[in-house]
């Protein structure tokens, strides 16, 4: 609702008859800075004594420099593919994919057939990343002392993959036979 006050501040601004202000005002919703950019834009206002523009002057340059930086930008993500939170999205999405497989998949010790210890790879990553100097040794270790490791799990418990885990307990294994001096029959060689 236009009010008697709106009006009259129009009118002030604008020098316009009480019916055209009116009318500008009621196109608008009582917004006087709109009504005398439409003013403006239907040319039945003066422009400013002593030069310059009003705001819809100004508005139409802005509105043309936001329409070009738009532009710029969709020709830029076409070009590039993505904007940079869409490189983020894929990022994150990638990061969940990951952190959901290593929770499904499992790292099992082992040691006479009896399970020792089962947990996510997700925990085995982290340790990993946070401890490496301390877990890389102890799994090496536990391969001299008849630990066995195995993945478990839809993505990586293939056979190849605990097949590079085999080969490598018994690689340990014989080295450790070979260090205790034993033949390939089991005999001790030094008697």
């Known amino acids: 609702m236009v009010t008697l006050d709106q009006v009259e501040k129009l009118r002030q601004k604008a020098d316009v008859s009480y019916d055209e202000a009116k009318a500008a005002l009621e196109e608008t919703n009582g917004d006087i800075l709109e009504a005398v950019i439409n003013l403006e834009r239907q040319n039945r206002i003066k422009t400013p004594e002593g030069g310059g523009y009003f705001n819809s002057k100004n ?81 090496i270790v536990g391969l001299f002392f008849g630990y066995k490791y195995t993945f478990n799990g839809p993505d990586l418990g293939k056979e190849n993959v605990n097949r590079a885990m085999s080969s490598a307990a018994d690689a340990a294994e014989k080295f450790k036979k070979e260090f205790k001096g034993e033949g390939s029959n089991g005999e001790n060689s030094n008697s």
């Open 59 to 139: 508005a139409e340059h802005s509105n043309k420099h936001n329409k070009a930086h738009m532009k710029a930008m969709h020709e830029n993500r076409t070009r590039n593919g993505s904007t940079f939170g869409e490189l983020i999205g894929k990022f994150l999405r990638w990061c969940g994919s990951i952190i959901g497989k290593g929770n499904r998949n499992h790292f099992e010790i082992t040691k006479d057939g009896n399970s020792i210890i089962s947990m996510p790879v997700t925990v085995l990553a982290v340790l990993l990343l946070f401890a490496f100097w301390i877990i890389v040794p102890l799994v």
